[in-house]
């Protein structure tokens, strides 16, 4: 457990430096914003772009991988979804709470952990199949439910839509496995320039995780806050854990990939989840489950790793 522990320590001093950063004032919280944007829309879809286009794996298509971590999601969602209803509460913040139990934060946290825990290529991989999944699955399925209450027009879903396909990431993503599917390899000096991003883009976003914590206000605690956080940290992956078992059993050869994308899930909600809790007048509750979720996955995901090691 001591080496586990010691494996993804410098990851969350890394977020705890960029929190103290902006918290004592030392850079403006704009400027590390501005880091993050840069990464997130250019160094990141380049660097998805090499590693997908040319990968020796197949993971972003693989049938089982694939479908085990949308199904786990979509779960997730139900999950979500589920024990707010049972607490009464409407539809639109039930759809909010479900959104933040089924998208991780795979691009700024998730890559950064996966690299450290699995090496570059299984961590591109697995971000990159997320990536899809959450950009074209997940996250337009919870939006359109949320938009479902102040009525789903053909003007909301051409905006949501218009949105997802100019996602740098995305478009990284995508590029990369149409390259990959033309059999042609990458010019070496491009890859080498690429890849002299690569150790650059892991320790901006996560002081951006950092940053974007440290802006956020530790509200009242509500019982949604412990909804949302036990679904995000223990349902999902337990839930991508379980239709990992069903699509693969436990003697598959994809057995590193099973345990990544496991990992992926298990980690706290994405940044912009804080949006969405605007949209339903609920910012505290969307501040304090990113918080929390982001503090409380050093210990889940230690134990995690322990018991997959």
């Known amino acids: 457990m001591s080496d586990i522990i010691r494996l993804i320590l410098p990851i969350y001093i890394l977020i705890v430096v960029g929190f103290v950063l902006i918290r004592i004032r030392y850079i403006a919280a704009a400027d590390l914003r501005g880091a993050g944007r840069l990464v997130i829309r250019f160094f990141l879809p380049l660097v998805v772009f090499a590693a997908v286009a040319a990968g020796d794996h197949d993971t972003a298509l693989h049938p089982a991988i694939f479908i085990s971590y949308t199904i786990g999601s979509l779960l997730s969602y139900g ?24 998208c991780s934060n795979s691009a700024f946290f998730g890559l950064p952990i996966s690299t450290f825990v699995f090496g570059q290529q299984i961590a591109f991989d697995i971000f990159a199949m997320a990536l899809l999944i959450e950009n074209l699955i997940i996250t337009p399925l919870a939006v359109s439910v949320i938009e479902v209450e102040s009525g789903l027009t053909w003007a909301k879903l051409r905006r949501l839509f218009a949105g997802i396909l100019t996602n740098p990431l995305l478009i990284g993503a995508l590029s990369g496995l149409v390259w990959k599917a033309t059999g042609l390899g990458l010019p070496t000096v491009l890859l080498e320039a690429i890849r002299l991003m690569t150790p650059v883009a892991a320790p901006i976003a ?16 509500r019982w949604g806050v412990i ?10 992956p337990l839930l991508v854990g379980a239709t990992s078992l069903l699509f693969l059993g436990t003697h598959s050869d994809l057995g590193t990939l099973q345990a990544a994308a496991i990992v992926n899930a298990a980690l706290p909600m994405m940044s912009v989840y804080m949006l969405f809790g ?32």
């Open 79 to 102: 999950l979500g979804y589920g024990t707010a209803l049972l607490a009464g509460k409407p539809h639109g913040v039930r759809a909010f709470e479900a959104m933040g139990c089924s």
């Open 278 to 309: 605007i949209r339903f007048h609920r910012e505290d509750v969307a501040a304090t489950a990113l918080i929390t979720a982001t503090a409380l996955s050093f210990f889940t995901l230690s134990a995690l790793l322990y018991l997959l090691r």
């Open 227 to 236: 909804r949302i956080t036990l679904c995000k940290l223990l349902g999902h």
């Open 206 to 221: 996560l002081l951006a995780v950092g940053g974007a914590v440290a802006e956020l206000s530790l509200k009242t605690f």
